[in-house]
């Protein structure tokens, strides 16, 4: 089977995407099972990995995205395919990645059904259990950068609030609102707290609260049910508020409006991870201009729909290891067995030779 890794297009200059759909580490793995792998040149850069690295791990390296798509039979991304892509992608073919179609483009929408492309989202493979193997390591990476997030855009020279989020003796810490206790808001939770920031999380499920409860209760973690009373109650007096609720396959409800923006403190600062789904903040957006730091009311955005992208090398060795276990199947059966055989996977489709999922358009 031959695999196509084309380099990410970045969203805008402000939002750029660093992240690769393979690591050198998993060309060398799909070596394994007589694969062929077409690499565009400099993929990796942005995650530091060299052209020789794919080289070495046996990987072809092209020099242009067109020769990529037209090789491949699968073609592994990290994001759906950009405007620049759509002429690129062959009648038919399957392409692999975090694709989000409730907020993609009706223009890309039109390319899948005309080309019956078949489309894999990341974000919808789950398991019998519910749980998600491809989001659940971009959750844990992005609920621990919220920290240093956070504690960046609270500086001064940020123009934030001017506040350290653990404190010191004599001098409180910050007040951190997250928003769902899924694996994001869980693990962003546990990682305010240990700093010493005041946490608390809201969400509607009491099974989540309890088995975070359960797990953080020696730490300074209240839990509390996502009600509009103790939204409005909590924003007043936010330092931070962490958007980490998920819906998978749906646009994210809005949990915070514009009316309690308005109630926040001066130079407070908001990150909504969910922003790629539509957001749970109702100011948040993905901005025409490509800037996701932004103010509204006096109060610091940050809507970066790929933020686990500052990390890069992370996120891609992260992306190939939970990958992995499923391009192995394909591999040992095809592709067509391994969606029949395959309930996970079988979860995944967003497409199907150019036939949507309804709840997803």
């Given at each position: 089977m031959?695999f196509g890794?084309p380099k990410e297009i970045?969203?805008?200059?402000k939002?750029?995407e660093f992240?690769v759909?393979?690591?050198?580490?998993?060309?060398k793995?799909?070596?394994?099972?007589n694969?062929?792998?077409?690499?565009?040149?400099?993929?990796?850069?942005?995650?530091?990995?060299s052209?020789?690295d794919?080289?070495?791990?046996?990987?072809?390296?092209v020099?242009?995205?067109?020769?990529?798509?037209?090789?491949?039979?699968?073609?592994?991304k990290?994001?759906?395919?950009?405007?620049?892509?759509?002429?690129?992608?062959k009648?038919?073919?399957?392409?692999?990645?975090?694709?989000?179609?409730i907020t993609?483009s009706k223009?890309?929408?039109q390319v899948?059904?005309?080309?019956?492309?078949?489309l894999?989202?990341?974000?919808?493979?789950?398991k019998?259990?519910?749980?998600?193997?491809?989001?659940?390591?971009?959750?844990?990476?992005?609920?621990?950068?919220?920290?240093?997030?956070?504690?960046?855009?609270l500086?001064s020279?940020?123009?934030?609030?001017?506040?350290?989020?653990?404190?010191?003796p004599g001098?409180?810490?910050?007040?951190?609102v997250?928003l769902?206790?899924?694996t994001?808001?869980?693990v962003?939770?546990?990682a305010?707290?240990?700093?010493?920031?005041?946490?608390?999380v809201?969400d509607?499920?009491?099974?989540?609260?309890v088995?975070?409860a359960?797990?953080?209760?020696?730490m300074?973690?209240?839990?509390?049910f996502a009600?509009?009373h103790?939204l409005?109650?909590?924003t007043?007096?936010?330092?931070v508020?962490?958007g980490?609720?998920?819906?998978?396959g749906?646009k994210?409800?809005?949990?915070?409006t514009?009316?309690m923006?308005k109630?926040?403190?001066?130079?407070?600062v908001?990150?909504?991870?969910?922003?790629?789904q539509?957001?749970?903040?109702e100011?948040a957006?993905?901005t025409?201009s490509?800037?996701f730091?932004?103010s509204?009311?006096?109060?610091?955005?940050f809507?970066?729909p790929?933020?686990?992208?500052?990390?890069?090398?992370?996120?891609?060795?992260?992306?190939?290891?939970?990958?992995?276990?499923?391009?192995r199947?394909?591999?040992e059966?095809?592709?067509?067995?391994?969606?029949k055989?395959?309930?996970d996977?079988?979860n995944?489709?967003?497409a199907?030779k150019?036939?949507?999922?309804k709840?997803l358009?």
């Amino acid at each position: 089977m031959i695999f196509g890794v084309p380099k990410e297009i970045s969203l805008s200059d402000k939002i750029p995407e660093f992240r690769v759909g393979l690591s050198p580490m998993g060309v060398k793995e799909l070596m394994l099972y007589n694969s062929e792998v077409y690499v565009e040149t400099k993929a990796g850069k942005g995650a530091g990995f060299s052209d020789l690295d794919y080289e070495k791990a046996g990987a072809t390296i092209v020099y242009s995205k067109e020769e990529v798509y037209r090789r491949a039979d699968i073609v592994l991304k990290v994001r759906r395919p950009q405007k620049e892509e759509f002429s690129y992608i062959k009648e038919g073919e399957i392409v692999m990645g975090f694709m989000h179609l409730i907020t993609a483009s009706k223009e890309f929408i039109q390319v899948v059904k005309d080309k019956k492309i078949t489309l894999i989202g990341y974000e919808l493979i789950r398991k019998a259990d519910g749980k998600l193997p491809l989001v659940s390591p971009m959750s844990e990476i992005a609920g621990k950068l919220s920290v240093q997030l956070a504690g960046r855009e609270l500086e001064s020279p940020k123009s934030g609030r001017g506040i350290l989020l653990s404190g010191i003796p004599g001098i409180p810490p910050a007040e951190v609102v997250i928003l769902g206790a899924g694996t994001l808001g869980s693990v962003s939770a546990r990682a305010f707290a240990e700093i010493g920031a005041n946490v608390y999380v809201l969400d509607i499920k009491r099974d989540k609260l309890v088995k975070l409860a359960s797990k953080s209760h020696r730490m300074k973690i209240t839990t509390m049910f996502a009600t509009r009373h103790n939204l409005e109650k909590l924003t007043k007096f936010a330092d931070v508020i962490i958007g980490a609720v998920l819906v998978p396959g749906k646009k994210t409800p809005i949990l915070i409006t514009k009316k309690m923006i308005k109630s926040m403190k001066k130079g407070s600062v908001i990150i909504d991870f969910d922003v790629d789904q539509g957001g749970s903040i109702e100011t948040a957006k993905i901005t025409p201009s490509g800037k996701f730091v932004y103010s509204v009311d006096d109060v610091y955005h940050f809507c970066m729909p790929n933020a686990t992208t500052l990390v890069a090398r992370t996120a891609t060795h992260a992306i190939t290891s939970s990958v992995f276990p499923y391009l192995r199947i394909i591999l040992e059966v095809g592709f067509e067995d391994a969606l029949k055989k395959n309930l996970d996977l079988k979860n995944g489709i967003c497409a199907e030779k150019g036939s949507i999922r309804k709840e997803l358009l």
